[in-house]
T-cell receptor
Framework: DTEVTQTPKHLVMGMTNKKSLKCEQHMGHRAMYWYKQKAKKPPELMFVYSYEKLSINESVPSRFSPECPNSSLLNLHLHALQPEDSALYLC?????????????FGPGTRLTVL | GENVEQHPSTLSVQEGDSAVIKCTYSDSASNYFPWYKQELGKRPQLIIDIRSNVGEKKDQRIAVTLNKTAKHFSLHITETQPEDSAVYFCAASSGAGSYQLTFGKGTKLSVIP
Protein backbone atom coordinates (compact mmCIF):
# COMPACT_ATOMS: atom_id res chain seq x y z
CA ASP A 1 0.00 0.00 0.00
CA THR A 2 1.63 3.25 -1.13
CA GLU A 3 -1.10 5.70 -0.25
CA VAL A 4 -2.26 7.87 2.57
CA THR A 5 -5.99 7.52 3.13
CA GLN A 6 -8.33 9.89 4.94
CA THR A 7 -11.89 9.62 6.20
CA PRO A 8 -14.40 11.10 5.87
CA LYS A 9 -14.08 12.83 2.49
CA HIS A 10 -16.59 15.48 3.49
CA LEU A 11 -17.78 16.63 6.90
CA VAL A 12 -20.37 19.22 7.86
CA MET A 13 -20.60 20.11 11.52
CA GLY A 14 -22.13 22.69 13.79
CA MET A 15 -20.12 24.83 16.16
CA THR A 16 -21.16 22.72 19.15
CA ASN A 17 -20.40 19.34 17.59
CA LYS A 18 -17.50 17.02 18.31
CA LYS A 19 -16.10 15.09 15.37
CA SER A 20 -12.88 13.37 14.36
CA LEU A 21 -10.86 13.11 11.19
CA LYS A 22 -8.91 9.95 10.50
CA CYS A 23 -5.71 9.36 8.54
CA GLU A 24 -4.02 6.06 7.82
CA GLN A 25 -0.84 4.93 6.05
CA HIS A 26 0.79 1.54 5.71
CA MET A 27 4.10 2.62 4.20
CA GLY A 28 6.01 2.26 7.45
CA HIS A 29 6.42 6.01 7.71
CA ARG A 30 7.15 7.30 11.19
CA ALA A 31 6.41 11.00 10.62
CA MET A 32 2.84 12.14 10.11
CA TYR A 33 1.42 15.60 9.58
CA TRP A 34 -1.81 17.57 9.65
CA TYR A 35 -2.19 20.52 7.29
CA LYS A 36 -5.02 22.98 6.78
CA GLN A 37 -5.61 24.35 3.29
CA LYS A 38 -7.94 27.21 2.48
CA ALA A 39 -9.08 27.82 -1.08
CA LYS A 40 -6.37 29.14 -3.41
CA LYS A 41 -3.77 28.96 -0.63
CA PRO A 42 -0.88 26.59 0.08
CA PRO A 43 -1.12 23.91 2.76
CA GLU A 44 -0.48 25.33 6.22
CA LEU A 45 1.22 23.05 8.73
CA MET A 46 -0.70 22.37 11.95
CA PHE A 47 0.96 19.41 13.68
CA VAL A 48 3.85 17.00 13.20
CA TYR A 49 4.12 13.60 14.85
CA SER A 50 7.45 11.81 14.94
CA TYR A 51 7.48 8.21 16.18
CA GLU A 52 3.95 8.68 17.54
CA LYS A 53 4.97 11.70 19.60
CA LEU A 54 3.89 15.25 18.95
CA SER A 55 6.98 17.14 17.84
CA ILE A 56 5.55 20.30 16.31
CA ASN A 57 2.40 22.26 17.14
CA GLU A 58 2.18 25.39 15.04
CA SER A 59 0.25 27.37 17.68
CA VAL A 60 -2.99 25.70 16.68
CA PRO A 61 -6.08 26.56 18.81
CA SER A 62 -7.01 23.93 21.38
CA ARG A 63 -10.30 23.22 19.60
CA PHE A 64 -8.09 21.05 17.35
CA SER A 65 -6.68 18.06 19.21
CA PRO A 66 -4.38 15.61 17.43
CA GLU A 67 -3.81 12.02 18.41
CA CYS A 68 -1.48 9.32 17.12
CA PRO A 69 -2.68 5.96 18.49
CA ASN A 70 -0.06 3.95 16.58
CA SER A 71 2.48 4.29 13.80
CA SER A 72 -0.15 3.92 11.06
CA LEU A 73 -2.95 6.09 12.38
CA LEU A 74 -3.39 9.80 12.95
CA ASN A 75 -6.56 11.43 14.22
CA LEU A 76 -7.65 15.03 14.50
CA HIS A 77 -10.38 15.63 17.06
CA LEU A 78 -12.54 18.67 16.49
CA HIS A 79 -14.63 20.50 19.09
CA ALA A 80 -16.33 23.88 19.20
CA LEU A 81 -15.04 24.91 15.79
CA GLN A 82 -15.70 28.25 14.16
CA PRO A 83 -16.95 28.89 10.61
CA GLU A 84 -13.49 30.18 9.68
CA ASP A 85 -12.14 26.68 10.39
CA SER A 86 -13.89 25.48 7.24
CA ALA A 87 -11.14 24.21 4.95
CA LEU A 88 -9.56 21.14 3.38
CA TYR A 89 -7.67 19.19 6.05
CA LEU A 90 -4.78 17.23 4.63
CA CYS A 91 -2.81 14.48 6.27
CA UNK A 92 0.69 13.59 5.08
CA UNK A 93 3.39 11.12 6.00
CA UNK A 94 7.12 10.73 5.40
CA UNK A 95 9.77 8.20 6.22
CA UNK A 96 11.83 8.90 9.30
CA UNK A 97 15.00 7.32 8.08
CA UNK A 98 16.22 10.36 6.24
CA UNK A 99 16.12 14.00 7.16
CA UNK A 100 13.71 16.04 5.06
CA UNK A 101 12.08 13.06 3.44
CA UNK A 102 9.40 13.15 0.81
CA UNK A 103 5.94 13.90 2.14
CA UNK A 104 2.99 12.04 0.67
CA PHE A 105 -0.43 13.62 1.04
CA GLY A 106 -3.80 12.03 1.59
CA PRO A 107 -6.85 13.17 -0.41
CA GLY A 108 -8.06 15.40 2.40
CA THR A 109 -11.28 15.94 4.31
CA ARG A 110 -13.39 18.87 3.17
CA LEU A 111 -14.73 20.38 6.40
CA THR A 112 -17.61 22.83 6.57
CA VAL A 113 -18.49 24.44 9.90
CA LEU A 114 -21.95 25.95 10.09
CA GLY B 1 11.92 30.97 9.90
CA GLU B 2 11.95 30.05 6.24
CA ASN B 3 10.17 32.22 3.70
CA VAL B 4 9.44 31.04 0.16
CA GLU B 5 8.40 33.41 -2.61
CA GLN B 6 6.87 31.97 -5.78
CA HIS B 7 6.28 33.65 -9.15
CA PRO B 8 4.21 34.05 -11.18
CA SER B 9 0.91 33.52 -9.39
CA THR B 10 -0.81 32.69 -12.69
CA LEU B 11 0.63 31.47 -15.97
CA SER B 12 -1.09 30.74 -19.26
CA VAL B 13 0.71 28.97 -22.08
CA GLN B 14 -0.24 27.47 -25.39
CA GLU B 15 -0.17 23.70 -25.62
CA GLY B 16 3.29 22.57 -26.65
CA ASP B 17 5.05 25.62 -25.21
CA SER B 18 7.28 25.59 -22.14
CA ALA B 19 6.35 26.85 -18.68
CA VAL B 20 8.75 28.13 -16.01
CA ILE B 21 7.90 28.78 -12.38
CA LYS B 22 10.43 30.37 -10.05
CA CYS B 23 10.87 30.29 -6.29
CA THR B 24 13.27 31.95 -3.89
CA TYR B 25 13.95 30.94 -0.31
CA SER B 26 15.46 32.75 2.64
CA ASP B 27 17.04 30.10 4.88
CA SER B 28 20.48 29.12 3.63
CA ALA B 29 20.26 25.94 5.75
CA SER B 30 17.37 24.58 3.66
CA ASN B 31 18.50 21.65 1.56
CA TYR B 32 15.37 19.96 0.22
CA PHE B 33 13.07 21.47 -2.40
CA PRO B 34 10.00 19.57 -3.62
CA TRP B 35 7.42 20.64 -6.17
CA TYR B 36 3.79 19.62 -5.80
CA LYS B 37 1.01 19.66 -8.38
CA GLN B 38 -2.55 20.07 -7.13
CA GLU B 39 -5.49 19.63 -9.43
CA LEU B 40 -8.82 21.10 -8.43
CA GLY B 41 -10.32 19.17 -5.53
CA LYS B 42 -7.40 16.75 -5.35
CA ARG B 43 -4.44 16.15 -3.06
CA PRO B 44 -1.05 17.79 -3.65
CA GLN B 45 1.10 15.29 -5.53
CA LEU B 46 4.88 15.37 -5.60
CA ILE B 47 6.09 15.74 -9.17
CA ILE B 48 9.81 16.30 -8.65
CA ASP B 49 12.22 17.25 -5.90
CA ILE B 50 15.84 18.27 -5.58
CA ARG B 51 18.38 18.30 -2.81
CA SER B 52 21.04 20.93 -2.33
CA ASN B 53 23.90 18.71 -3.42
CA VAL B 54 22.43 18.63 -6.94
CA GLY B 55 22.08 21.53 -9.37
CA GLU B 56 19.55 20.05 -11.77
CA LYS B 57 17.20 17.11 -11.99
CA LYS B 58 15.05 15.97 -14.89
CA ASP B 59 12.13 13.58 -15.23
CA GLN B 60 10.76 13.35 -18.77
CA ARG B 61 9.13 16.74 -19.52
CA ILE B 62 9.78 18.15 -16.05
CA ALA B 63 13.03 19.57 -14.73
CA VAL B 64 14.07 21.48 -11.64
CA THR B 65 17.15 23.66 -11.27
CA LEU B 66 18.66 24.92 -8.04
CA ASN B 67 21.02 27.84 -7.49
CA LYS B 68 22.16 27.64 -3.87
CA THR B 69 24.21 30.81 -4.04
CA ALA B 70 21.27 32.89 -5.20
CA LYS B 71 18.81 30.82 -3.13
CA HIS B 72 16.40 30.17 -5.92
CA PHE B 73 15.02 27.15 -7.72
CA SER B 74 12.83 26.75 -10.76
CA LEU B 75 10.43 24.28 -12.31
CA HIS B 76 10.54 23.81 -16.06
CA ILE B 77 7.80 21.99 -17.95
CA THR B 78 8.40 21.40 -21.64
CA GLU B 79 5.89 20.43 -24.35
CA THR B 80 3.00 21.37 -22.08
CA GLN B 81 -0.27 19.47 -22.36
CA PRO B 82 -3.79 20.39 -21.16
CA GLU B 83 -3.46 17.86 -18.33
CA ASP B 84 -0.57 19.94 -16.96
CA SER B 85 -3.15 22.57 -15.98
CA ALA B 86 -3.15 22.75 -12.17
CA VAL B 87 -1.78 24.73 -9.24
CA TYR B 88 1.90 24.14 -8.63
CA PHE B 89 3.50 24.70 -5.22
CA CYS B 90 7.20 24.90 -4.51
CA ALA B 91 8.45 24.20 -1.00
CA ALA B 92 11.62 24.25 1.05
CA SER B 93 12.61 22.47 4.20
CA SER B 94 12.94 24.81 7.12
CA GLY B 95 15.40 23.90 9.77
CA ALA B 96 17.85 21.36 11.05
CA GLY B 97 16.22 18.19 12.32
CA SER B 98 12.85 19.41 11.16
CA TYR B 99 10.46 17.80 8.74
CA GLN B 100 8.71 21.08 8.13
CA LEU B 101 8.05 22.25 4.62
CA THR B 102 7.41 25.90 3.90
CA PHE B 103 5.31 26.32 0.78
CA GLY B 104 5.23 29.07 -1.78
CA LYS B 105 1.85 30.63 -2.50
CA GLY B 106 1.31 28.61 -5.66
CA THR B 107 1.15 29.15 -9.41
CA LYS B 108 -2.01 28.43 -11.34
CA LEU B 109 -0.91 27.06 -14.70
CA SER B 110 -3.39 27.00 -17.56
CA VAL B 111 -2.44 25.18 -20.76
CA ILE B 112 -4.58 26.37 -23.66
CA PRO B 113 -5.28 23.71 -26.29
Amino acid sequence: DTEVTQTPKHLVMGMTNKKSLKCEQHMGHRAMYWYKQKAKKPPELMFVYSYEKLSINESVPSRFSPECPNSSLLNLHLHALQPEDSALYLCASSAQVEVRGVQFFGPGTRLTVL
Amino acid sequence: GENVEQHPSTLSVQEGDSAVIKCTYSDSASNYFPWYKQELGKRPQLIIDIRSNVGEKKDQRIAVTLNKTAKHFSLHITETQPEDSAVYFCAASSGAGSYQLTFGKGTKLSVIP
